[in-house]
């Protein structure tokens, strides 16, 4: 069963340009998850899609982050403008979403941000 | 505010000895819990969960203990080998796990020869 897939692996941009990370989930799987892990910090969630519906946004920076997640499979992360603090791995996990208790989130690789 | 709570930032054990991973929530809505296990330049990797309505789960070499009267768990490694070196994150959910994870910062564990 292939995992999930991010790309690209790493990006490099000047503070203020624009930039999307690409994420395919594992095939079946009705949810999918963006977090961003700051160095020496845990993956915080950043949104969280049932289907092709947001569930959950809350930490979500809406002023220059937006996601989107077409047909209910893969999905876009986009950042625009970006500032130093942006400066993480971007990290897509999905997962099957059957009965309570048992869900389990399974990560793509990140995508490795540097904002200069 | 952290709801998750790794206060061990490293840990060294030697091999064949038993590693113990301690993390500490506070959140009563957290009903599923999970450690993953992360290389450098990879997503972390699922290693074992445990609901809420158990107090133990077993899998292989890990096993991953629940006190929910202290809002702690811990994940026990045995034996050790030198491939458990990597970094362990504890992470929560309610909802059954259906819910996005909040992760604590994580423990670096080195496995010494």
């Known amino acids: 069963e292939a995992g999930v897939a991010q790309s690209p692996r790493y990006k490099i941009i000047e503070k203020r340009q624009s930039v999307a990370f690409w994420c395919n989930p594992i095939?079946?799987?009705?949810?999918l998850y963006w977090y961003q892990q700051i160095l020496g910090q845990g993956p915080k969630l950043l949104i969280q899609f049932q289907n092709n519906g947001v569930v959950d946004d809350s930490q979500l920076p809406k002023d220059r982050f937006s996601a989107e997640r077409l047909k209910g499979v893969d999905s876009t992360l986009k950042i625009q403008p970006a500032k130093l603090e942006d400066s993480a791995v971007y990290l897509c996990?999905?997962?099957?979403?059957?009965?309570?208790?048992?869900?389990?989130?399974?990560f793509g690789p990140g995508t490795r941000l540097t904002v200069l | 505010d952290q709801q998750v709570k790794q206060n061990s930032p490293s840990l060294s054990v030697q091999e064949g000895r038993i590693s113990i991973l301690n993390c500490d929530y506070t959140n009563s809505m957290f009903d599923y819990f999970l450690w993953y296990k992360k290389y450098p330049a990879e997503g972390p990797t699922f290693l074992i969960s445990i609901s809420s309505i158990k107090d133990k789960n077993e899998d292989g070499r890990f096993t991953v203990f629940l006190n929910k009267s202290a809002k702690h768990l811990s994940l026990h490694i045995v034996p050790s080998q030198p491939g458990d070196s990597a970094v362990y994150f504890c992470a929560a959910s309610s909802g059954g796990g259906a819910d996005g994870l909040t992760f604590g910062k994580g423990t670096h564990l080195i496995i010494q020869p």
């Open positions: 095939s079946g799987h009705a949810t």
């Open positions: 996990a999905s997962s099957f979403h059957r009965a309570p208790g048992t869900d389990t989130q399974y």
